[in-house]
């Protein structure tokens, strides 16, 4: 890590302990200030900042002054919201699972500070027409995500994803993940939230889909960090352990332990620890990007390509290629929810997509594949194997 990052990590390392950050010498404020924010805790070092003093210290500009009480306001309304969409949900006798940003940000010191942009809420099959009607009547615009699973619902500052799954595209689950309504427990009336081992379990395989994807930045981590710092007096490691080992995530489980007894000290360690030369890697690949690591379409096209590459050598490029121009019906629906249940029209289903993606990007898919570095993909799979990652 840079003396930035290594800064960055300091600071929420305090605020996970409630102590004052140890700086000792200044940095420059710009670079500081970009990097929290990509990573969105710049809230969090605004906070610290200005609570013990060091805003001067490391020279730090105007908005770093002001960004706490920007992040608190945003989020006090978000939150304001959700609560009145929660209380309409009971309203309407509408069981209802939170879970994610809403649950994580309790775990928070301060729980204004752990943004969140769409709030994930679960809800049953049998109930979607009923809280799509109330939605609609609520004044919000919407759209199917994930083939039909999730649909999506925005209105000014609020932004909802009512799912009916708890699975999706590239998630690793276990069989008992499926029955996910049997790990629930009461908040009040129809509201319910999972239980600590199932929710933890599930943040994981959250984070590692995302790890194996475009990447999983700082925040992703200090979720964690703080949630295992909140309920390590009830909380059942070893149920998580198995949970997640029958999802084959037990290696990046010890991977994620070790990660924040690093950064964050959290007291639990992992069973297995990793090399010097690993965790410098790791941490690169933690910082490569932002909070949900390199979203830049060009970039993620070319993560995709070294991930085929990986698997298949030189023949996963025609592979690759293929698939962009005849994607399989689950992405074909997934993309174009017209198409969900309707497999007989997946020749059709290729014209529209080949027609789009043409539209939006050209050859420059095609371009990437054959650009593909081999070696590269091939190391990069090592290192995904090695820290538990494996596909």
């Given at each position: 890590m840079n003396s930035t990052e290594k800064l960055l990590i300091e600071i929420l390392s305090a605020f996970v302990n409630e102590r004052k950050p140890r700086i000792t010498t200044e940095y420059n404020a710009t670079e500081l200030y970009e990097l929290a924010k990509a990573q969105s805790v710049s809230g969090i070092v605004g906070y610290m900042l200005n609570k013990y003093g060091f805003t001067e210290f490391i020279g730090a500009e105007k908005r770093f002054k002001d960004i706490f009480d920007k992040t608190v306001a945003q989020l006090v309304r978000k939150e304001f919201y959700a609560q009145k969409l929660l209380l309409k949900l009971n309203e309407n006798e509408i069981p209802h699972i939170v879970f994610k940003g809403l649950v994580v940000k309790d775990s928070y010191p301060v729980p204004q500070l752990r943004t969140y942009g769409d709030i994930d809420i679960i809800i049953r099959k049998s109930d979607r027409e009923k809280s799509h009607r109330l939605m609609c009547d609520s004044g919000f615009a919407w759209e199917l995500m994930d083939g039909g699973d999730v649909y999506s619902y925005k209105k000014a500052v609020e932004h909802y994803e009512l799912h009916t799954t708890l699975n999706s595209e590239k998630t690793k689950f276990s069989k008992r993940m499926n029955s996910f309504w049997d790990y629930t427990k009461s908040r009040g009336g129809f509201t319910y939230e999972f239980e600590n081992e199932f929710h933890l379990s599930y943040l994981i395989s959250h984070i590692e889909k995302h790890f194996y994807g475009s990447g999983a930045g700082v925040r992703m981590y200090l979720d964690i960090a703080l949630f295992l710092k909140k309920h390590k007096d009830n909380l059942d490691l070893a149920k998580v352990r198995e949970i997640l080992k029958e999802c084959g995530l037990e290696r990046f489980f010890d991977s994620t332990l070790?990660?924040?007894?690093?950064?964050?000290?959290?007291?639990?360690?992992?069973?297995?620890?990793?090399?010097?030369?690993?965790?410098?890697?790791?941490?690169?690949?933690?910082?490569?990007?932002?909070?949900?690591?390199?979203?830049?379409?060009?970039?993620?096209?070319?993560?995709?390509?070294?991930?085929?590459?990986?698997?298949?050598?030189?023949?996963?490029?025609?592979?690759?290629?293929?698939?962009?121009?005849?994607?399989?019906?689950?992405?074909?629906?997934?993309?174009?929810?017209?198409?969900?249940?309707?497999?007989?029209?997946?020749?059709?289903?290729?014209?529209?997509?080949?027609?789009?993606?043409?539209?939006?990007?050209?050859?420059?898919?095609?371009?990437?594949?054959?650009?593909?570095?081999?070696?590269?993909?091939?190391?990069?799979?090592?290192?995904?194997?090695?820290?538990?990652?494996?596909?």
């Open positions: 070790f990660l924040c007894n690093k950064w964050f000290g959290i007291e639990i360690k992992p069973k297995e620890e990793m090399s010097d030369e690993l965790f410098n890697e790791f941490c690169r690949y933690t910082f490569r990007g932002g909070v949900f690591g390199i979203q830049e379409k060009e970039s993620c096209n070319e993560n995709e390509v070294r991930q085929a590459v990986s698997k298949r050598g030189r023949a996963g490029k025609a592979v690759l290629l293929l698939s962009h121009i005849f994607p399989p019906y689950r992405e074909v629906r997934r993309l174009y929810p017209f198409f969900n249940g309707k497999p007989y029209l997946l020749p059709f289903g290729w014209c529209v997509h080949f027609f789009k993606a043409a539209k939006r990007s050209g050859l420059k898919n095609i371009k990437q594949i054959a650009k593909a570095d081999v070696e590269k993909a091939k190391s990069e799979k090592e290192f995904f194997d090695q820290v538990g990652s494996k596909r």
